[in-house]
């Protein structure tokens, strides 16, 4: 791992080079397995801290230790128009500069490489609004693929430069994770889940996350940032630890 990128790195509404500590564990916690991710599809961050997730559940399943994810929305951008603006010209103008955009890219670009993400910033051309990407990511739950559908949201937008904002995009990645085509276009179509999309935000922004991704165990916060694999999974160990021995 290249250690000249920042540990814990997350993205909030000023961009995405933070960072945050992780955070202690309440004490009056109880004891489950349940990961909830608090992340926006169009977050570097939480694609790689994906990434780093899988990593560290893969060495925890080794030694028994087993966890359900959950994925949740938050908007880096919620004031963006439905349909998206043009990414070069909205980055310049948030970040200053097209040089300091560019410069973030390049940055997030060997982050993403250092852990097996080829990033094709290049080929992103919009911004989007992420509500109805969220909303695919909620039926994808409902249906059991959520995780998948996740896994092709980032990748369609970080891998493949494409808009997630199209309904006609997203219903191809409902497909990639398992979905019926008819019946996710027929959803995106509607706007079942777009208010409660928009409130669980609101309400992650009033629990206090304001940089994702962040990740709770069973709804107290671990810690937010995309963490190297051995330090999500001993944040794990100890959680679930102190966590089951609250409730004894």
């Known amino acids: 791992m290249n250690d000249s990128f920042p540990t814990g790195a997350t993205c909030g509404p000023e961009g995405c080079d933070e960072t945050t500590a992780a955070t202690s564990i309440p004490a009056d916690a109880a ?9 926006d599809a169009i977050c570097p961050w939480c694609y790689i801290g994906k990434r780093q997730l899988e990593r560290a559940l893969e060495m925890l399943a080794a030694e028994g230790l087993h ?7 938050f908007q880096l951008n919620p004031d963006m128009p439905e349909e998206g603006r043009d990414r070069a010209a909205y980055r310049a103008w948030k970040f200053g ?5 560019a410069a973030l890219d390049a940055r997030i670009t060997e982050a993403a490489a250092n852990v097996g993400l080829g990033f094709r910033t290049d080929l992103m051309t919009r911004t989007p609004n992420t509500i109805q990407a ?21 990748r369609a937008y970080f891998v493949e430069g494409r808009d997630i904002g199209d309904p006609a995009v997203l219903a191809e990645c409902g497909v990639a994770a398992g979905l019926d085509r008819e019946a996710v276009a027929a959803f995106l179509a509607g706007t079942l889940a777009a208010p409660e999309m928009r409130a669980a935000d609101q309400a992650a922004r009033e629990a206090g996350v304001s940089g994702v991704p962040s990740f ?6 671990l810690f937010s940032g995309a963490m190297p694999a051995e330090t999500i999974a ?9 966590l089951q021995q609250r409730a004894a």
């Open 234 to 242: 001993e944040a794990l160990r100890r959680g679930r630890a102190v």
């Open 134 to 154: 969220h909303r695919l990511i909620w039926f994808a739950g409902q249906n059991g693929v959520q995780d998948a559908a996740m896994e092709a949201v980032f």
């Open 31 to 39: 004891a489950g397995t349940r990961i909830d991710i608090v992340s």
């Open 216 to 221: 709770f165990l069973d709804g107290y916060g």
């Open 97 to 101: 500069s097209a040089e300091k955009a």
């Open 67 to 73: 966890f359900s994810v959950h994925w949740n929305p």
